[in-house]
């Protein structure tokens, strides 16, 4: 089996996970219907990144998918913390400063 060269994220979650829709375009993860964009997984990568233009588009796109890694391990995290009610609200946050 012969897959294409960029195979997208997103591709690569539904093909794990069994999707049924395609997710919009710029959307590389969606958690518990909160989505995970490409712009934030580019911005993210871009401010790890040591020197522009240093590595292959082979490593870049496994970098990008650590970065992707991360995030969806970040969002699955406070989604738990949210739920459990663990999440301090603003004013809370604001009182510690304070």
């Given at each position: 089996m012969h897959l294409p060269k960029r195979l997208t994220a997103a591709a690569v979650l539904c093909l794990l996970a069994g999707c049924h829709k395609a997710p919009p375009a710029n959307v590389a993860a969606t958690i518990n219907n909160r989505p995970i964009t490409f712009e934030e997984v580019d911005r993210i990568y871009q401010?790890?990144?040591?020197?522009?233009?240093?590595?292959?588009?082979?490593?870049?796109?496994?970098?990008?998918?650590?970065?992707?890694?991360s995030l969806i391990e970040s969002e699955i995290m406070l989604q738990r913390a949210e739920k459990m009610g663990l999440m301090a609200t603003d004013a809370e946050v604001d009182a510690k400063f304070a």
């Open positions: 401010s790890q990144l040591s020197s522009p233009g240093a590595t292959s588009d082979d490593l870049a796109q496994i970098q990008k998918l650590e970065v992707l890694r």
